[in-house]
């Protein structure tokens, strides 16, 4: 696994005139190249590490695996200096990406929804039934993930400058952690986990994040099965809109003891 944080000089000033250089820890931004039986698929720029989980993650968003029988091996190329490259063996049947989702990977980065071809084609994608899950939430519950989640963000400890994504079961325990310099990232690490555990559909469960609730977010957490999505920040339109096709609960804003709950309000007992 390639360095999570590097030490660089910093210039520290204050409006008090005080100025000081000293050391400071960031995140590492790596590439990482994804191919697909030696064919390139994409490259993500992502926080080095559960490099595998974010592969797993990124291609059952995107629809390419529905679970760990849909995947023989994952290595990193030999032909890189660095790990930097990772290649993916699909099972025997598994179809793999089309040239369409190719083509679109390259001119973009991978944001998780960029190789559908439309928003329609991604709600017609919905491998689970997100809307029949019977999970129940307190509000309680609910106020008290964001800092579970921070506690477990060890690395922005160090370096205030990734996001996480946390998998909670309905008693709020948590299952999963995940930090990254991409939202996305981060959540295909999460979903990723679950997938090599061959966990998904992930009945029952709740996706945390530690920014906004964008569209793609929302898709993610749709197509693994999560019935409910909360987030610290605000969601998008598209997002909300998403939700509620889908019957999934929406939470915003989720700090202290207040929240703002978008869709599927039903699944939280007041």
């Not at 179809?95 to 329609?120: Q, W, Y």
């Amino acid at each position: 696994m390639g360095r999570i944080t590097v030490r660089k000089p910093v210039l520290r000033l204050s409006t008090g005139g005080a100025a000081g250089r000293r050391p400071d820890t960031l995140a590492v931004e790596e590439p990482l190249e994804i191919r697909v039986a030696g064919k390139p698929l994409t490259i993500t720029m992502r926080t080095p590490g559960h490099d595998f989980d974010l592969v797993a993650g990124f291609l059952a968003a995107e629809g390419v695996i529905r679970g760990a029988a849909d995947l023989t091996a994952m290595r990193y190329c030999a032909d890189t200096q660095e790990q930097n490259t990772l290649d993916v063996a699909l099972a025997p049947g598994v179809a793999p990406p089309d040239d369409a989702m190719t083509r679109a990977f390259t001119t973009t980065s991978a944001c998780g929804v960029c190789g559908k071809s439309s928003i329609e084609a991604l709600r017609a994608d919905r491998p689970y039934d997100v809307a029949a899950d019977p999970v129940r939430l307190t509000p309680r519950m609910l106020a008290a993930l964001p800092d579970r989640l921070r506690a477990a963000q060890r690395v922005f400890d160090r370096t205030g400058g990734l996001h996480a994504a946390g998998l909670f079961d309905a008693e709020g325990e948590l299952l999963a952690v995940r930090e990254d310099v991409g939202r996305h990232n981060a959540v295909d690490k999460v979903v990723g986990w679950a997938v090599r555990q061959g966990l998904p559909p992930l009945t029952g469960k709740i996706l945390m994040v530690s920014g906004r609730a964008s569209f793609e977010l929302t898709q993610k957490a749709m197509t693994a099965g999560i019935p409910v999505l909360a987030a610290v920040s605000a969601p998008s339109s598209l997002a909300v809109e998403l939700a509620e096709d889908a019957g999934m609960t929406l939470v915003g804003f989720l700090r202290g003891d207040t929240m703002n709950v978008y869709t599927g309000a039903e699944r939280i007992q007041v």
